[in-house]
């Protein structure tokens, strides 16, 4: 079974830029979007890459690690039912670019960003620089190869949004930035300043 392990936070300033190894553009769309976290998403990056990525979240039991997967990431009572969580299943395929093109327009739902992977210890770092409707948000993640694997936190980095479905890529597609009100934007982005 293929997995995702990751963490995700907001970013703070531009400081993250000195550790910039690479960048791309990306355009994504989703397909199927489900209220159990189940995606069927398209992505188009710079040049002729396009790929099929399905993620759905891991069944009890399926994954051995020393925290159980509810609680791999700390979520607040209020937000437990809306729980993306840290590991899921996911399963990515190259397709041709022109097939990539014709779902992308077919997808009701997309975002743009600006992909950065970053050089940084502890895992696999990139930070997205979201654009159009999503913008301004600034997210970093870290892939990791276990559940386990401690990550050290760059200062730059602003809240931990692990687990937020509201700020999954796939829940901003449906609901960007720009429909969100005054008050859910200042909550999201008053801490940043």
């Known amino acids: 079974m293929a997995l995702e392990i990751e963490r995700r936070f907001l970013v703070r300033g531009d400081q993250w830029r000195t550790r910039v190894r690479w960048s791309e553009q990306l355009a994504q769309g989703y397909l199927v979007s489900r209220e159990d976290g189940f995606t069927l998403r398209v992505r188009l990056a710079d040049g002729d890459r396009a790929w099929l ?8 039991g399926a994954v ?50 600006h992909r950065y992977g970053l ?3 502890g895992g696999d770092w990139v930070l997205d620089v979201f654009e159009g409707a999503n913008a301004p948000l600034v997210v970093a993640e870290v892939e990791l190869p276990d559940a386990g694997t401690e990550v ?33 934007l200042g909550a999201l982005l008053g801490p940043l300043d």
């Open 152 to 184: 050290v936190v760059p200062p730059w980095c602003g809240p931990e949004i692990t687990g937020r479905h509201d700020l999954s890529n796939a829940a901003l597609a449906r609901h960007p930035l720009n429909s969100w009100s005054t008050a859910e």
């Open 53 to 60: 990525t399905l993620k759905a979240a891991v069944p009890s």
């Open 119 to 121: 050089d940084l210890p």
């Open 64 to 113: 051995s690690s020393e925290a159980p997967l509810s609680e791999a990431v700390h979520v607040p009572a209020d937000k437990a039912a809306t729980v993306v969580p840290l590991i899921r299943q996911e399963f990515e395929y190259a397709i041709p670019r022109a097939d990539g093109e014709a779902l992308l327009a077919q997808a009701p739902n997309q975002v743009l960003k």
